[in-house]
């Protein structure tokens, strides 16, 4: 029936339909496209609203100062009002929020998504109705008649495609997620049982203190004799409500093999919603974790792991940088750089068939590719397969490599060894100092002045006194330290700076976020933060979408004799 109304209703005249449907209501919307469920409608509205892309697949037209046309590809509504629609205050440009929450009701001044009770001013103006929200959108004017201001572009919209958009605007950031409440934001950190005891506690510890301190500061503000104190800090931070707001950090701990995990996190999140997972550890990759999050709309931040998703477009889960993969990008970018290597002779990529081979040799080569570099040659090894002489030996009187990337563990020594002393031995070897773990002397000396090593973390330290203790800083002016000093940072020590990061995240977002608990608001403002020092990899930096927080990697050289040094070769981010 449905079918055979949908042929008939293309081709017959607009009468015709609105006769036979008023005849039959419960077939109202046949016609040529079939009508959207309500979530096919919040999809496309998504849709608009995030990357400025019509129901009918072209971009969204609008003009910006007046008359100049541009894409609502490159002018998405989200690229000004954000994902959250919370807004923004940059460059003096005040972006008013546009989420469901707040476009109905009638608005005093509005910054950064709160309301701003004590401006002098007349209300800012009326509340909205699908009516006026349209003609703000297409004519640049609001309830009251005023103009705003051109930096607000005005859209070219049909009904439909309005009726589309005004809709999603609706649900935009119109609820509380899961786990706020009016007192209190609950996290959940996810913890494989597997994971070594002291690596746990390492991680763990910092973000525990992190909420223990904020909860005993509540409860003395909340009390009469911190009442003072209160309203001192109320008057001085505009996030006013967080002072007596209490944080709860779960452990969601992950039993038995990896394919079960995905049904214990549903099964924790049922009972008991959190708003964000922070840090957290297992033993394998982060994957299964990460698509629960992106699924559930969860967000994430930076849980300890060397083998994060590699993605562009996802958006849930925020890592410190990319871990293995991020080393095999450096090497190749470096290798890149050095224009006296030979373009004429091919690279060799020899893969230890494991997570860490297999990460770091993805890194390289979608970066050789993306360069429009020749071809690599990529041999892989098995699991225990020990490197001979004599496959060495084949290997370079086969390829004549200009270069050989060994993707190995620990035990190179006697790979690095053959190369070194072979008469076809290429110009430059690169090995992985995460994958060699504590082992960076191993590489033997007659290999070193061909040996290059991709090193992810800070490469030298000092030790400053800042308001919040003592912090360790990146030491910019050095670039070779002694070899002995140089340890590569084991998981405890890792999980522990961490995990200290991350509370210094969350203390920065939850202040910024200003009551406006909704979690595409706390990636939002997380992707608007400063670049923060981190002990661990010097620097931290983030930017809207930017889901890897580390941006570098150096290349070091370690130098022959009784007291080696290793000798920085790249600067952090190699282009
Ligand atoms: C280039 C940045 C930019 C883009 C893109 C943009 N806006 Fe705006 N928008 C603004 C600014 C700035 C204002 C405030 C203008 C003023 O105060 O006069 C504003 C104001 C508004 C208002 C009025 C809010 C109020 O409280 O009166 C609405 C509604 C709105 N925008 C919706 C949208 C929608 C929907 C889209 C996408 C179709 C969009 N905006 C795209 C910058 C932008």
Same mark, same amino acid.
């Given at each position: ?50 990357? %400025? ?17 541009? *894409? ?35 608005? =005093? ?6 309301? =701003? ?57 119109? #609820? ?31 973000? =525990? ?116 993969? #991020? ?11 050095? #224009? ?38 990529? &041999? ?72 290059? &090593? ?6 030298? =330290?000092?030790?400053? @006194? *800042? ?30 700076? @961490? ?16 009551? @406006? ?16 020092? *981190?002990?661990?990899? %010097?620097?931290?930096?983030? %930017? ?16 022959? %004799?009784?007291?080696?040094?290793? &000798? ?8």
């Amino acid at each position: 029936m449905r079918k055979l109304l949908k042929f008939i209703a293309v081709p017959v005249t607009l009468a015709f339909v609105v006769l036979f449907s008023a005849a039959l209501p419960m077939v109202q919307s046949a016609s040529a496209e079939p009508p959207r469920s309500a979530q096919e409608q919040v999809k496309a509205g998504e849709q608009i609203y995030r990357n %400025g892309i019509l129901p009918s697949g072209q971009p969204m037209q609008a003009f910006v100062k007046g008359d100049v046309p541009v *894409s609502g590809t490159a002018f998405s509504c989200a690229s000004c009002h954000l994902r959250s629609g919370i807004g923004s205050v940059e460059g003096g440009v005040v972006t008013p929020p546009t989420n469901g929450e707040l476009l109905f009701k009638p608005v =005093q001044v509005y910054y950064k998504g709160t309301e =701003q009770k004590f401006f002098p001013f007349p209300p800012r103006r009326a509340a909205y109705d699908e009516k006026s929200l349209a003609e703000a959108i297409r004519d640049g004017k609001n309830p009251d008649g005023v103009v705003l201001n051109d930096v607000m572009p005005r859209y070219q919209l049909g009904n439909e495609d309005m009726n589309i958009l005004v809709s999603y605007l609706k649900t935009l950031s119109s #609820q509380l997620p899961p786990g706020v409440t009016d007192s209190s934001i609950q996290f959940a950190t996810v913890i494989a049982e597997d994971v070594p005891v002291d690596v746990r506690d390492a991680m763990l510890e910092p973000l =525990q203190r992190y909420v223990d301190n904020k909860n005993s500061q509540a409860e003395f503000y909340k009390s009469p004799r911190g009442n003072r104190s209160r309203l001192m800090v109320e008057k001085m931070f505009t996030s006013k409500e967080l002072s007596t707001r209490k944080l709860g950090l779960s452990q969601w701990v992950l039993k038995g093999s990896p394919e079960t995990w995905r049904s214990q996190l549903e099964e924790y999140y049922r009972k008991e919603p959190v708003f964000a997972l922070l840090g957290g550890v297992v033993n394998s990759e982060w994957q299964i974790i990460h698509r629960f999050s992106e699924e559930n709309k969860i967000p994430c931040l930076m849980p300890q792991t060397d083998l994060p998703v590699i993605s562009d477009t996802d958006w849930y889960t925020l890592y410190s940088s990319k871990g293995y993969y #991020q080393e095999g990008e450096a090497a190749a970018r470096y290798l890149n750089s050095r #224009q006296d290597i030979s373009p004429a002779r091919p690279i060799v990529q020899i893969v230890r068939e494991s997570r860490e081979g297999k990460e770091l040799s993805a890194g390289f080569t979608d970066t050789w590719r993306d360069l429009e570099r020749r071809e690599i040659v990529t &041999v892989n090894l098995k699991g225990n397969e020990t490197i001979t002489n004599s496959f060495i030996e084949r290997l370079l009187a086969e390829k004549k490599p200009a270069a050989v990337i060994l993707w190995d563990g620990p035990d190179i020594k006697g790979a690095l060894t053959f190369i070194a002393a072979d008469k076809q031995k290429p110009e430059l070897v690169f090995v992985s100092s995460r994958y060699l773990g504590k082992q960076i002397l191993a590489v033997p000396e007659q290999a070193r002045d061909i040996t290059y &090593v991709t090193y992810p973390y800070s490469f030298a =330290q000092k030790v400053i @006194n *800042s308001a919040m203790g003592k912090i360790a800083v990146e030491d910019e002016s050095k670039f070779i330290i002694n070899a002995k000093d140089f340890s590569v940072r084991d998981r405890v020590q890792n999980a522990r700076l @961490n995990s200290n990061s991350i509370s210094q995240l969350v203390t920065m977002a939850l202040m910024e976020m200003r009551g @406006n608990y909704f979690r595409d608001y706390f990636l939002d403002v997380i992707g608007m933060a400063p670049d923060q020092t *981190s002990p661990l990899f %010097g620097r931290l930096s983030f %930017g809207p979408g930017q889901r890897y927080a580390s941006k570098g990697c150096y290349i070091v050289q370690i130098t022959k %004799g009784a007291e080696p040094e290793i &000798v920085r070769k790249s600067p952090w981010v190699i282009n």
